[in-house]
């Protein structure tokens, strides 16, 4: 039995042994914002189901955080809606809504979503299958607060053995709408770096980190896949954020800039000499609509992330089943008495071939594959990850083997990056018009905890030579 067959069989168990141990008195079907399911529980979610989970708030602008794990990962959609917005649900069918989870390499969860609202209400988190495939996703929703607690269950006047008997209303079948992710929008939605992120033409991606040492020598760096110059960034303090809020325009202390001695393709390097927020804003300078997949990284003396910052209140605890369910879907650690020439390695010249086995990376480390490959036709490399996050992966020719070998310079042709129906946690597919070898190059992403993980590398399609 496969790892994953095996963590998703022990989550379908602790789910039914919830149902038969603990049915609650009240009916709940998730169907909607008058019968939200409750948090901090493992339940599964069928083919495109979508599920409903409420919660009060006080509208104290106090912060809220909420964390989803997925099983399998990146199998699910995640929307956080408003008491206006679930008002147009209601009367419209309609899905719109003010944010969605998305990945976080600091936060707990796969998908993770803060924020604050200054309106009292009742707000709602959805979350959506959202496979290709008809296989079933498991998923548990934490969310923690000041200002939030919880609705108070229905009271049902009926028996329990004539409420087991009543058909539940059937829910209204709104029509199915994207997603719209506000991360990243502004100053008020502000990213951890870290990630490679796809910019899409004309967008500007926010970012903000916050300088406990004005003496520290603070680096920023932006990698970019491809055309050096199709991307820039640009550093701004608070002043410079407050004439954005005002007029729009786009005031800075710094941007990027091209060096020979730095990894990075467009950097900047300074001291502050004041503590605080500053953000950095990504933004396309390519003359065209494709895309610009880049990763920005923000290195220095005690700079932090207000994403790290300790949650308002502490997380739900998890029963202790669940916890074991979760445990299991880690893998193991490589056998100690591994044979040689089966670890992977860190150049070209010992490079193995992907053997689809989980491997352990620390910081700062790579490993190196080759793959021999048949011209003109697909391939596919998946990245599996636990935790997620943990690692990528680059796509390298032979001209950028010898390049690296000549400077140390970090030249590819492609890297992983996430898609929400491919099975890895990072994907990159593509052809090359020749026959030959290109280099799968694992690259450990550098997570703030700087803790080692695990990752398995999967190759596949008709371009993969025997």
């Keep these: 039995m496969s790892r994953s067959t095996f963590s998703l069989l022990g989550i379908a168990l602790a789910i039914l042994a919830t149902f038969v141990f603990s049915?609650?008195?009240?009916?709940?079907?998730?169907?909607?914002?008058?019968?939200?399911?409750?948090?901090?529980?493992?339940?599964?979610?069928?083919?495109?189901?979508?599920?409903?989970?409420?919660?009060?708030?006080?509208?104290?602008?106090?912060?809220?955080?909420?964390?989803?794990?997925?099983e399998p990962k990146n199998s699910a959609d995640v929307n956080i809606r408003t008491p206006e917005e679930i008002d147009v649900w209601r009367k419209t069918g309609e899905n719109v809504c003010i944010g969605c989870g998305s990945a976080d390499p600091v936060a707990k969860g796969d998908l993770h979503w803060d924020g604050s609202f200054n309106i009292k209400g009742q707000y709602c988190v959805t979350i959506k299958h959202n496979r290709s495939r008809a296989e079933t996703a498991y998923y548990r929703a934490e969310i923690v607060g000041k200002g939030v607690t919880f609705p108070a269950p229905p009271v049902m006047a009926e028996e329990p053995a004539a409420r087991a008997m009543a058909e539940p209303a059937p829910a209204p079948a709104p029509p199915a709408a994207e997603s719209h992710s506000m991360m990243g929008t502004g100053p008020d939605y502000a990213m951890v770096p870290g990630n490679w992120t796809e910019l899409g033409f004309n967008e500007t991606h926010w970012y903000v980190f916050n300088v406990e040492d004005p003496a520290a020598d603070v680096r920023i760096e932006l990698f970019i896949d491809g055309d050096e110059n199709s991307a820039d960034f640009l550093v701004r303090m608070p002043a410079d954020v407050q004439v954005w809020r005002d007029t729009g325009q786009n005031p800075c202390i710094g941007c990027g800039t091209e060096d020979a001695f730095v990894k990075g393709d467009k950097s900047w390097r300074g001291v502050f000499n004041t503590k605080g927020l500053v953000w950095v804003t990504v933004h396309q300078t390519r003359?065209?609509?494709?895309?610009?997949?880049?990763?920005?990284?923000?290195?220095?003396?005690?700079?932090?992330?207000?994403?790290?910052?300790?949650?308002?209140?502490?997380?739900?605890?998890?029963?202790?089943?669940?916890?074991?369910?979760?445990?299991?879907?880690?893998?193991?650690?490589?056998?100690?008495?591994?044979?040689?020439?089966?670890?992977?390695?860190?150049?070209?010249?010992?490079?193995?071939?992907?053997?689809?086995?989980?491997?352990?990376?620390?910081?700062?480390?790579?490993?190196?594959?080759?793959?021999?490959?048949?011209?003109?036709?697909?391939?596919?490399?998946?990245?599996?990850?636990?935790?997620?996050?943990?690692?990528?992966f680059t796509i390298r020719t032979a001209a950028d083997v010898d390049v690296w070998r000549r400077t140390g310079e970090d030249p590819c042709v492609g890297c992983g990056t996430t898609n929400a129906v491919a099975k890895g946690d990072f994907f990159w597919s593509g052809q090359f018009n020749q026959d030959g070898d290109i280099w799968i190059v694992v690259g450990h992403l550098n997570r703030r905890d700087g803790a080692p993980g695990y990752y398995r590398i999967a190759v596949a399609g008709a371009g993969v030579a025997k």
């Design 23 to 70: 049915t609650p008195a009240y009916a709940q079907s998730g169907t909607g914002p008058d019968d939200g399911l409750n948090f901090g529980e493992w339940r599964a979610l069928d083919f495109n189901q979508e599920q409903w989970m409420c919660f009060d708030y006080k509208g104290d602008d106090s912060n809220i955080q909420l964390d989803v794990y997925l």
């Design 287 to 392: 003359q065209g609509d494709a895309p610009v997949y880049y990763r920005l990284v923000i290195t220095g003396k005690k700079v932090t992330f207000p994403a790290m910052a300790a949650p308002a209140a502490p997380p739900a605890p998890v029963a202790e089943e669940v916890a074991v369910v979760r445990a299991m879907a880690a893998p193991p650690a490589p056998a100690a008495d591994a044979a040689p020439g089966m670890m992977a390695t860190d150049g070209p010249d010992t490079a193995m071939r992907p053997d689809d086995g989980w491997h352990e990376i620390a910081g700062g480390e790579q490993h190196w594959y080759k793959l021999p490959i048949k011209k003109n036709k697909a391939i596919e490399v998946s990245i599996f990850g636990s935790p997620a996050d943990v690692a990528s």
